[in-house]
């Protein structure tokens, strides 16, 4: 008789399976990603007025977490007299403003220097929406210095709001430079030839 021996596999014995935690790790972060992205666009469509693909595509720049601060600027822009498509507008072009931790600080002084130069809300409104990258620059160091360069240039605040009004960018430039290289686009905001 020969006697039959059963051993147990070694391959057996090496296996070793995980716990099935262990396979996702990353599953509660992936979880909050999406939930984040998801009222980032709900956010967009239904509180700012964006179309569904411009919310999409907005959201790839910034995510909100929660409605306070963006709620927070959207009331700014509406007691400033801005319409709702104009700050869709904003909204669009410049997302981040939305993350702004205090609008009536960071954003109000720049609408009032305006207010304080005799532009009015609508045209103050206008100004931002064709240009809203102005509220992302320093007051002090930009917009200020930049508009008494073309005050002092034109010899008139109503000129110097004139321009401003129809050409906003340009609080954007270099203007010792912008200025003294382009007097002939001068000419096209019908600027009198004596002020150049």
């Known amino acids: 008789m020969f006697a039959l021996t059963v ?8 296996l070793h399976f995980p716990p099935i935690f262990a396979l996702h790790p990353f599953s ?14 709900s956010y967009f469509i239904d509180s700012c007025g964006l179309s569904h693909k411009d919310a ?3 959201s790839k720049s910034i995510c909100l977490k929660t409605p306070e601060k963006p709620d927070s600027v959207l009331a700014f822009f509406d007691s400033h007299g801005f ?5 869709s507008k904003i909204v669009k072009s ?3 403003l939305l993350l702004t931790s205090d609008p009536d600080k960071i954003l109000s002084p720049k609408l009032d220097f305006f207010y304080s130069k005799g532009v009015s809300r609508p045209d103050v409104a206008k100004i931002v929406v064709s240009n809203s990258v102005i509220l992302n620059r320093s007051l002090e160091n930009q917009i ?3 508009f008494n360069f073309l005050k002092d240039f034109f010899r008139s ?4 709001i004139s321009v401003v ?4 960018r340009v609080l954007l430039f270099d203007l010792h430079t912008y200025l003294a290289s382009n007097i002939n686009a001068l000419q096209e905001f019908e600027v009198p030839l004596q002020y150049c």
């Open 7 to 14: 051993t147990a596999s070694p391959i057996r014995q090496s």
């Open 28 to 41: 509660s972060s992936s979880t909050s990603i999406a939930e984040s992205h998801s009222f980032t666009v």
């Open 56 to 58: 999409l595509s907005t």
């Open 83 to 87: 319409s709702k498509p104009q700050t």
């Open 94 to 96: 410049r997302p981040s």
């Open 144 to 146: 200020i210095p930049y």
């Open 157 to 160: 605040d109503d000129m110097a």
């Open 165 to 168: 009004k129809r050409f906003s």
